[in-house]
DNA sequence: AAACGTTTGTTGTATATTGAACAAACGAGT
DNA sequence: ACTCGTTTGTTCAATATACAACAAACGTTT
């Protein structure tokens, strides 16, 4: 991942059309009814094509799930309200940017989490957060002295598991007012500077 | 054109791409100020793949414009209005049909009539119309004695010229009241039986 | 169990597309 | 007039994808 050189357009095009097309899938069918000739011809690819980017459905799904939530973190800068010297703002404009993410992929969202799989997304979700807030949380000030293990598992947690109500409660609060929310919720924890 | 064999998916993908880029650059930009590199980056496609298929920037315009005619046409059945023993209703709802597509399209419309080029685009779809037409007009009943290039060119015309009308003006009617309109109209004038 | 259609991976060859380079034409600015 | 950056077509070898065929595994039905 995060190859310097550029991936040859084709490549990108097809992943694209792929995910787009597994994401449509599968918010129509169950997991397991889906075959891959749906998603090949849903994508407007060849069948062998799909064999040439991922060696499974299965994996087809992990790395979808990988992929999404690698764009979500990224686009939304979400470990900017964690780090030292946060500005408030720039920290609520995060969060909500967040939720806005989600909100405009609401489909894939709430399939992932209405299908059985809900443990392999929400696994897969807490882990991608856990280490993108470990590589860039920082440990001084507020934080001295604390289990850094500790902080995380319980920042990782609670974000995730709020996530997951607003999802499934399919979206009771605008983007704007759980931003707010949840931003009110880690400064009283002392989660934030 | 109609060719039985199937063509390779690679070719409709990247024309379809090609024709989506075009017409969102064209959109935003004047056609003259329009680069083949935009249109490459855009459809995200290799900037020599457009010359794979297309001459020319000209050519890709000319295309372009037929393309879109050619899918108005057909997915609107609008012969249907012309023909001999036609139902009211059936009649009514292609022309509804007919005015949605241009309603759901109506970026390319618009653009392709405020830009200078506003003769070629007439003359396209009034030359489109205007076979389409006579393929299947039936000189029987109350056209018989009648001279048929006249009833075409006069209904053709008077169509076209409402299309542009209603499109220049920025449809200040829904769909359903021009078909209501322009049914009466033609009526009226006993184009249809 | 046997027969059936469907899905799955895999393979080989054909082809469309890529990226890079090129010379030529163009347009803007000095 | 001259330079500069951009756009245009065109070429080439490299590569991703298409298509078709295949055997194996699967799920259903009888």
Known sequence: MAIGNKTDRRILRTKEA????????FSEKEFDRITINDISE????????IYLHYTDKYDLLNRCI???LDKMISSCTLTKFIQEKV???EAKEALKSLFNYIQENFLFFSSMLSSQKTSIFREGIQKNLTSSIQEKIDMQGINQGMDKEIIIEFTATAFVG????????QKPHPPEYMADQVWTLFKRNNITS
Chains 1, 2 share one sequence.
């Open 87 to 89: 500005d408030e703002n």
């Open 162 to 169: 709020t996530l997951e109500w607003w999802i499934i409660n």
């Open 66 to 68: 990988e992929d999404h």
């Open 42 to 49: 849903r994508a407007n690819v060849n069948r062998g094509t």
């Open 18 to 25: 792929i995910n787009r097309a597994f994401l449509e899938v």
